[in-house]
């Protein structure tokens, strides 16, 4: 690892090694195919020469009386003493008996098949290899078939067979090397649009997150700007998120902060032991609270917002012993609000499969919501249901207007910032992102007669109902 990054090695030597290896292999099957080509047209030119000398010998024999005549054409001669071809020998045989050519030829087997006038073998003559075509005739007034053999040595064959490979040697060297030569150009010239991406990141600030164009991008690097586009979106959302989230929190504690430092200041001003004083002291301690409750639940929303459904545990949870741990946890902060809080759960266990630290988080935030935003005298339901794994928080406090239910989700939402309520805006946010990461369906409906609101918690039956992360 280097101040750079790893060590991967360029992309232009992977592209260029990718590339060098499929043409090496390519020029190899050319050569073999092209050998093998080279050598049977080399050989099937050749003997069709031989063929069709035996056929102008064959032609020409005749019958006279019983004895065979042989009349060889000039051009049959001319063909068979061609000083630009290899060396020819012919013979002519009845059965055993020679009756013009050389009488040591090697004789070859004649294939019997109608499909196939002529024979060709090879073999060793006067000491050189040979090639040697058979033909046999029937010639009329003569009991046995006269066979036509012609024989030619190999050196013009392998001449030219030679000359061909060289050719085609040096073809694919010429073709080899120009594409070599080609080729870091090609990739470079390819990958000339990924260094305009680079050119146009670089002269970007460091705030810039607007997406890369794609116009004059390439089909191929069309995912990768996307994909990159859509980066530089989340990332631009994540970074507006914590701009708004510390200007509104900056914006919610401002206020009891202002608060503590008047009173003090008052206290610092007024007698010991006066009512003025105690007063201010009322007033700091209260403000003391609503800080911390604030403080409590920016807490809360920033583990909630750092934390993913999938890397989130989950185990069977019983509902019944939750919801009597946040009761009791809230009775004090309802007995100071004159509210009675009240738990409805059967007596046996009701499980679900959640987080249990995550749902307390939730339940807490949602009773408390309940309490807070509640008339004095008021009442507070938490009713944990048997037939579902369920937990309805129900109070007959002011309730919030249909219109309303969605926009309370929203962060820092308080529909009456005026009012008795001590709240912060937060605690049905930090509810929803919960339920949200464990899967839970949170859903908000009136009480009866319209007065108060009930909050039903739908837990989900089993793990496999819950929503994945991204």
């Given at each position: 690892m280097t101040a750079d990054g790893p060590k991967g090695g360029s992309l232009t030597g992977r592209m260029l090694g990718w590339l060098v290896l499929p043409i090496a292999m390519l020029a190899i099957v050319l050569g073999v195919v092209g050998s093998f080509a080279i050598t049977r047209a080399v050989g099937a030119v050749n003997d069709r020469i031989l063929s069709a000398a035996?056929?102008?010998?064959?032609?020409?024999?005749?019958?006279?009386?019983?004895?065979?005549?042989?009349?060889?054409?000039?051009?049959?001669?001319?063909?068979?003493?061609?000083?630009?071809?290899?060396?020819?020998?012919?013979?002519?045989?009845?059965?055993?008996?020679?009756l013009t050519g050389y009488a040591d030829l090697p004789q070859?087997?004649?294939?019997?098949?109608?499909?196939?006038?002529?024979?060709?073998?090879?073999?060793?003559?006067?000491g050189h290899d040979v090639r040697i075509v058979a033909v046999a005739?029937?010639?009329?007034?003569?009991?046995?078939?006269?066979?036509?053999?012609?024989?030619?040595?190999?050196?013009?064959?392998?001449?030219?067979?030679?000359?061909?490979?060289?050719?085609?040697?040096?073809?694919?060297?010429?073709?080899i090397a120009t594409a070599v030569m080609l080729m870091p150009i090609a990739?470079?010239?390819?990958?000339?649009?990924?260094?305009?991406?680079?050119?146009?990141?670089?002269?970007?600030?460091?705030?810039?997150?607007?997406?890369?164009?794609?116009?004059?991008?390439p089909r191929e690097l069309g995912d990768l700007v996307r994909a990159f586009n859509t980066m530089l979106f989340r990332l631009d959302s994540g970074f507006a998120g914590i701009r708004r989230f510390t200007a509104d929190a900056s914006h919610q504690m401002r206020t009891p902060l202002s608060v503590l430092r008047?009173?003090?200041?008052?206290?610092?001003?007024?007698?010991?032991?006066?009512?003025?004083?105690?007063?201010?002291?009322?007033?700091?301690?209260?403000?003391?609270?609503?800080?911390?409750?604030?403080?409590?639940?920016?807490?809360?929303?920033?583990?909630v917002d750092s934390g993913h459904a999938e890397r989130v545990a989950v185990e069977p949870v019983d509902l019944v012993r939750l919801a009597r741990e946040v009761v009791g946890e809230q009775a004090a902060a309802a007995h100071d609000k004159d509210v009675?809080?009240?738990?409805?759960?059967?007596?046996?266990?009701?499980?679900?499969r959640t987080n249990a630290a995550l749902a307390t988080e939730m339940l807490v935030n949602i009773v408390d919501n309940a309490i807070r935003y509640n008339r004095q005298?008021?009442?507070?339901?938490?009713?944990?249901?048997?037939?579902?794994?369920?937990?309805?928080?129900?109070?007959?406090?002011?309730?919030?207007?249909?219109?309303?239910?969605?926009?309370?989700?929203?962060?820092?939402?308080?529909?009456?910032?005026?009012?008795?309520?001590?709240?912060?805006?937060?605690?049905?946010?930090?509810?929803?992102?919960?339920?949200?990461?464990?899967?839970?369906?949170?859903?908000?409906?009136?009480?009866?007669?319209?007065?108060?609101?009930?909050?039903?918690?739908?837990?989900p039956a089993d793990a496999d109902s819950l929503v994945k992360g991204p």
């Amino acid at each position: 690892m280097t101040a750079d990054g790893p060590k991967g090695g360029s992309l232009t030597g992977r592209m260029l090694g990718w590339l060098v290896l499929p043409i090496a292999m390519l020029a190899i099957v050319l050569g073999v195919v092209g050998s093998f080509a080279i050598t049977r047209a080399v050989g099937a030119v050749n003997d069709r020469i031989l063929s069709a000398a035996a056929r102008g010998i064959a032609d020409s024999l005749a019958s006279d009386d019983g004895e065979i005549t042989l009349d060889l054409s000039p051009a049959v001669f001319g063909m068979l003493k061609n000083n630009a071809r290899d060396n020819v020998y012919y013979s002519v045989r009845r059965g055993r008996e020679i009756l013009t050519g050389y009488a040591d030829l090697p004789q070859i087997a004649i294939d019997p098949s109608p499909r196939e006038e002529f024979s060709f073998s090879e073999g060793r003559f006067l000491g050189h290899d040979v090639r040697i075509v058979a033909v046999a005739r029937v010639v009329p007034q003569v009991g046995e078939p006269v066979v036509v053999q012609v024989a030619e040595t190999l050196d013009a064959r392998k001449r030219m067979a030679r000359g061909l490979l060289i050719g085609l040697a040096l073809l694919e060297l010429a073709l080899i090397a120009t594409a070599v030569m080609l080729m870091p150009i090609a990739v470079r010239r390819g990958l000339a649009p990924l260094k305009r991406l680079q050119s146009e990141m670089d002269r970007r600030g460091a705030a810039d997150l607007t997406p890369l164009s794609a116009t004059g991008v390439p089909r191929e690097l069309g995912d990768l700007v996307r994909a990159f586009n859509t980066m530089l979106f989340r990332l631009d959302s994540g970074f507006a998120g914590i701009r708004r989230f510390t200007a509104d929190a900056s914006h919610q504690m401002r206020t009891p902060l202002s608060v503590l430092r008047t009173h003090v200041a008052v206290l610092k001003r007024a007698k010991p032991g006066s009512e003025e004083a105690q007063e201010s002291i009322d007033d700091i301690d209260h403000a003391g609270a609503r800080l911390s409750h604030l403080l409590n639940q920016l807490l809360s929303l920033a583990r909630v917002d750092s934390g993913h459904a999938e890397r989130v545990a989950v185990e069977p949870v019983d509902l019944v012993r939750l919801a009597r741990e946040v009761v009791g946890e809230q009775a004090a902060a309802a007995h100071d609000k004159d509210v009675r809080l009240q738990l409805n759960a059967p007596g046996r266990r009701v499980d679900a499969r959640t987080n249990a630290a995550l749902a307390t988080e939730m339940l807490v935030n949602i009773v408390d919501n309940a309490i807070r935003y509640n008339r004095q005298g008021g009442r507070v339901g938490v009713t944990v249901e048997s037939a579902r794994p369920a937990i309805r928080i129900e109070d007959d406090g002011p309730g919030i207007p249909p219109d309303a239910r969605e926009k309370v989700f929203t962060r820092f939402m308080r529909l009456n910032p005026r009012g008795e309520g001590s709240g912060s805006g937060l605690g049905l946010s930090i509810a929803r992102s919960i339920a949200e990461t464990l899967g839970i369906e949170l859903a908000l409906d009136g009480g009866p007669g319209g007065r108060g609101l009930i909050v039903t918690i739908i837990f989900p039956a089993d793990a496999d109902s819950l929503v994945k992360g991204p």
